[in-house]
């Protein structure tokens, strides 16, 4: 089971189908909407969750603004046809690297799988 802070850009099927499988998810759309993406971060570090995002400006946050993030990110950088083909890449990733994500951050793009330490 994972602790993870979904960011609001993550679409609902793929929540409801992380919490059918086990996984402990919070969702941005449910609590105080807007958050900038610094107060993201330290939530899932207070919290130890690994946060899922379809923003690439987490990656900018953490490696050149040295945000602590080590719970893990998961940068999703997909193309797929439907939010459920959506929530089932997602949940297929977080499955297959489930125990290599904390301390890392790991992108996930159409042509593979790229997991670096974080600092």
Same mark, same amino acid.
């Given at each position: 089971m994972?602790?993870?802070?979904?960011?609001?850009?993550?679409?609902?099927?793929?929540?409801?189908a992380?919490?059918?499988?086990g996984h402990?998810?919070?969702w941005?759309?449910?609590?105080?909407?807007?958050?900038?993406?610094?107060?993201?971060?330290?939530?899932?570090?207070?919290e130890?969750?690994?946060?899922? +995002?379809? *923003?690439?400006?987490?990656? /900018? %946050?953490?490696?050149? !603004?040295?945000?602590?993030?080590?719970?893990?990110? =998961?940068?999703?950088?997909?193309?797929?046809?439907?939010?459920?083909? +959506?929530a *089932?890449?997602?949940?297929? /990733? %977080?499955?297959?690297? !489930?125990d290599?994500?904390?301390?890392?951050?790991? =992108?996930?793009?159409?042509?593979?799988?790229?997991?670096?330490k974080?600092p």
């Amino acid at each position: 089971m994972l602790r993870i802070l979904a960011n609001e850009n993550v679409p609902g099927p793929a929540i409801e189908a992380l919490r059918a499988a086990g996984h402990d998810v919070v969702w941005g759309v449910e609590g105080p909407r807007g958050l900038e993406d610094p107060v993201v971060l330290k939530r899932a570090q207070a919290e130890a969750r690994i946060v899922i +995002t379809f *923003d690439k400006d987490f990656g /900018e %946050l953490v490696y050149r !603004g040295g945000t602590e993030a080590s719970a893990g990110v =998961v940068l999703f950088r997909i193309t797929t046809r439907s939010p459920k083909e +959506t929530a *089932d890449r997602i949940l297929r /990733e %977080l499955t297959a690297h !489930g125990d290599e994500l904390p301390g890392h951050f790991t =992108v996930v793009g159409d042509k593979g799988v790229r997991v670096v330490k974080l600092p």
